[in-house]
């Protein structure tokens, strides 16, 4: 790239130097995030009732085509967390009911075949 900025970047520039430090002022006040404070409880009690209301009618729509909701998949998920925890726990009863606790008897060595007497194996 050539050392001399294109024009856009240029323009772009001398925006940012008029705009910048005013915004930057602007936001590290205590008005701005009393203001943003605000905003997001608002926001969080407007989306909280629209929200329910959407996802009722979106869960109706679901259940007609035959699709989980996200409820249905909240109850998936902690059915299979749960079969996950009893899978281990079976897993570590039989793992314990092979493992003996004293180590198994060695099996007796066959004798050593003595002269002119064959062994009986």
């Known amino acids: 790239m ?7 970047w240029r323009a772009f520039d001398r925006v940012e130097r008029k705009v910048g430090k005013p915004l930057e002022d602007a936001v590290a006040s205590s ?3 009393n203001v943003m404070v605000r905003g997001m409880k608002v926001q969080r009690t407007v989306g909280g ?3 329910r209301v959407a996802s009722g009618a979106v869960g109706k729509v679901l259940r007609v085509a ?3 909701t996200r409820g249905d998949m909240r109850r998936i998920s902690r059915e299979i967390t749960v079969l996950t925890g009893e899978v281990r726990a079976l897993k570590l009863a039989q793992q314990q009911s092979e493992s003996p606790s004293t180590p ?3 099996r007796p060595e066959p004798a050593p075949e003595q002269e002119g007497v064959p062994n009986a194996d």
């Open 49 to 51: 009732a629209v929200g």
């Open 31 to 33: 008005a701005y995030m």
């Open 104 to 106: 198994a008897p060695k």
């Open 2 to 8: 050539s050392p001399a900025k294109r024009p856009w």
């Open 66 to 68: 035959q699709l989980p």
